[in-house]
């Protein structure tokens, strides 16, 4: 992912639809992944769809990204999670707190 | 093999090869938590991820239950890496887990609850995702939770890998991971056997068995009602456990006393019906072994088991035993020999069972089971229904004093008091056997080869110029190896073989106190047989009552008041649910 200016909801949008393949594949045998995946989807979709996020809610997505890129069982939590950080740390203007 | 070294939080250790980061950790005294790891079962799926660990040079965490550890690894237990990743996990877990801590039976008993304090976890961020699901409880023995299920598998693996039973399974439905009887169907329309091997292993509360404790209650209230209750071999070991006694404590005698405190009218001890199970199951042997029946005959004590054989292997049916298990037989005897002798009127008579089992629950509400022209047995408790009603009645189990069994049906032997351990009834039925068929005494009783915790055992013991061959099994993946042998013709040699649905018998039983592991399942033996020898007669037929019962209303075994009540039939159920 490249991190030059990026328009806002493109980013968004990625975030948002990689996550939902992620989740697609996450097949419950491991609970961070299974569980990691679905708390951090729900938080994205707030910021792709424009409702209030807290800087809380973004600093655990930070923790369960780390948990799930670094813990779940296979490929598709780590990827998964390891998308996210990546996603959080270029682009942090877009994943910002908004009430 | 040789041992090689590896570093635990800067501490070096030499371990054997094969052993996990677990293990090793173990020994330089690092518990590393953990939840979904149970190695009684040898459930190593890695679901949890709480015992992750970082080891050097490894990109991701590792989990220590299934790393096998290596030669030069630098293993980090503790590192804020790590003990976010636990703490977020336990987290996540607790968002889909309904924190309903007071009143879930497992309050106090509850891995996720341990692990959470063990953490120092104060507050739950994510709100939960799954959707509510029904409660099953479709089954007479066991009910299931689905909202408190964690999804660690190990039900699922207890069921398939250590039963052989697959009533459950872990499956996505509808985008959903979940445990769930297979075909999605109820519980009770599945092969369950009742066994409650699953509400052992659950760490949490999402498997239980059915609460009948407040029907107990309310008959011991009822003054019409003449209230009985007997109390299984295996229990004498286990109850103590919920009292903080040492697991295998002979709380025999302090149970009748609870017991009585509660206002049974009568307490009677299934070790009794455990002798007269012996002299007609054996008198049954006898009979097939001389008049040409099917042979090898198989016990029929474990209600799992039987239900087992009836779903998995009905046309081996003619080889199981026709006796009644010694529950059902107590509670036919209490409503027709007790009553009469009491002068009670039988539908006033009301029985109640502790067992250490769940599947028991589904035996005594068996349609047949009703030769007394009553519901033979009415209330089966199991071991850990019992522990919550002693609680609640605030005895002081530790220090009740020992107090006897009533009379006719409370003296046991010790043969029968090792009906509670894998084993145990084919020892028994050897004792007896040996003495009835050949007139003498038995000088060496202890069968050494039929005990213990190896899955199947055999032995050849010589009898009357007969070699009467047996085989002893428990854990019903074991009873499935010796039924497809049988199937083959490669048992025609065997006389008589024992099975137990449970692993180690029925001090292993779904009903025992939790936790129920290998170690408490040793230490139960031990106390078994401790209390086998302690006993003044260790022959069930030597048990006077016994003796009294044919005299006085049975006549003999095998006699025609025997087989009306003491004897029973199956069903050949085959596969469930059926599929089309």
């Known amino acids: 992912m490249h991190s030059g200016d990026a328009d806002p909801k493109v980013v968004s ?49 930070g ?11 296979c490929g598709v939590g780590r990827i998964g999670g390891r998308l996210v950080l990546e996603l959080l740390s270029r682009y942090s203007s877009v994943f910002q707190a908004r009430v | 093999m040789s041992t090689f070294a590896l570093t635990i939080d800067g501490q070096r250790i030499e371990v054997e090869p094969g052993t996990t980061i677990l293990d090793a950790a173990a020994q330089v005294g ?41 030669a030069g690894m630098v293993v980090h237990t503790n590192t804020p890496a790590v003990r976010e990743a636990r703490r977020v996990t336990v987290e996540l877990i607790l968002a889909d887990h309904p924190v309903e801590c007071p009143t879930c039976v497992r309050n106090g008993l509850c891995e996720l609850q341990d692990l959470a304090a063990t953490f120092g976890l104060r507050e739950v961020r994510f709100p939960r995702t799954r959707p509510a699901y029904p409660i099953d409880d479709s089954s007479v023995a066991i009910i299931r ?44 329309e599945t092969n369950c056997v009742n066994c409650g091997q699953c509400v052992l292993v659950c760490p949490v509360g999402a498997i239980y068995e059915r609460d009948e404790t407040a029907r107990v209650w309310a008959a011991l209230a009822d003054p019409q009602k003449h209230v009985v209750v007997q109390t299984a071999p295996a229990t004498h070991v286990s109850i103590g456990d919920a009292f903080g006694l040492p697991t295998g404590t002979d709380i025999t005698g302090k149970m009748v006393a609870a017991l009585r405190r509660f206002g049974f009218d009568a307490v009677f ?74 002068g009670v009127d039988p539908a ?54 020992d107090e006897d069994y009533d009379e006719p049906m409370g003296i046991g032997s010790g043969a029968a008091q090792i009906f509670g351990a894998t084993g145990g009834v084919m020892e028994a039925a050897l004792r007896t056997a040996y003495e009835l068929v050949t007139g003498k005494t038995l000088d060496q009783i202890d069968f050494e080869d039929v005990r213990g915790l190896k899955g199947i055992k055999e032995a050849t013991v010589p009898v ?62 031990g106390g078994t047989y401790a209390r086998d020898k302690a006993l003044q007669y260790r022959k069930s037929h030597e048990n006077p009552q016994v003796k009294k019962l044919y005299e006085e209303y049975l006549e003999k075994p095998l006699g025609h008041r025997s087989h009306e009540l003491l004897h029973t039939t199956y069903v050949a159920r085959g596969w469930q649910p059926r599929v089309e």
Request: proline share 5%; net charge negative.
């Open chain 2, 269 to 342: 001890d299934t070790n009794f019906t455990a002798d007269l199970t012996i002299m007609e199951e054996g008198s049954e042997l006898l009979e097939r072994i001389n008049n040409g029946g099917v042979l090898p005959q198989i016990t029929s004590c474990s209600p799992g088991w039987i239900k087992y054989i009836e779903h998995f292997h009905p046309d081996l049916l003619p080889h199981v035993s026709s006796c009644k298990s010694p529950q059902q037989m107590l509670g036919a005897l209490a409503k027709t020999f007790y009553a009469q002798r009491k």
């Open chain 2, 30 to 70: 690092i518990k590393i938590p953990t939840l979904c790891y149970l190695k009684d079962i040898g459930h190593d799926v890695g679901a949890c991820r709480i015992c992750v660990v970082e080891v050097e040079g490894e990109k991701e965490f590792k989990t220590a239950c299934n790393t096998p550890a290596a």
């Open chain 1, 63 to 73: 923790e369960l990204a780390r948990t799930v890129g670094q813990g779940a069982k």
């Open chain 1, 13 to 61: 949008e990625l975030a948002r639809s990689l996550l939902a393949l992620v989740r697609g594949e996450s097949c419950g045998e491991c609970l961070p992944c299974w569980h990691g995946i679905r708390q951090i989807s729900a938080v994205l979709d707030k910021v792709d769809n424009g409702s209030p996020v807290s800087a809380e809610e973004l600093a655990a997505v």
């Open chain 2, 145 to 188: 939770d689905p909202n408190k299920c964690i999804l660690c598998r190990r039900c699922v693996t207890v069921c398939q890998q250590v039963q052989g039973v697959s009533a459950i399974e872990f499956k996505k439905v509808d985008g959903e991971a979940v445990v769930t009887p297979v075909l999605k169907v109820p519980l009770a």
């Open chain 2, 348 to 401: 006033d008579v009301f029985v109640v069972s502790i067992m250490p089992c769940t599947a028991k629950k589904y035996e005594a509400a068996r349609p047949e089971m009703n030769d007394s022209g009553y519901r033979d047995v009415d209330v089966v408790l199991t071991s850990r229904e019992l522990g919550r009603m002693i609680k609640e009645a605030g005895l002081d189990f530790a220090n009740l004093p």
């Open chain 2, 464 to 525: 009357d110029g007969l070699d009467v061959k047996v085989l002893v099994s428990h854990g019903l993946g074991n009873a499935g190896i010796l039924m497809d042998k049988l199937r083959a013709g490669e048992l025609k040699d065997y006389h008589f073989i024992e099975v137990m649905c449970c692993p180690g018998g029925c001090i292993g039983g779904g009903g025992q106190p939790i936790p129920t592991g290998t170690l408490a399942r040793e230490r139960r033996i």
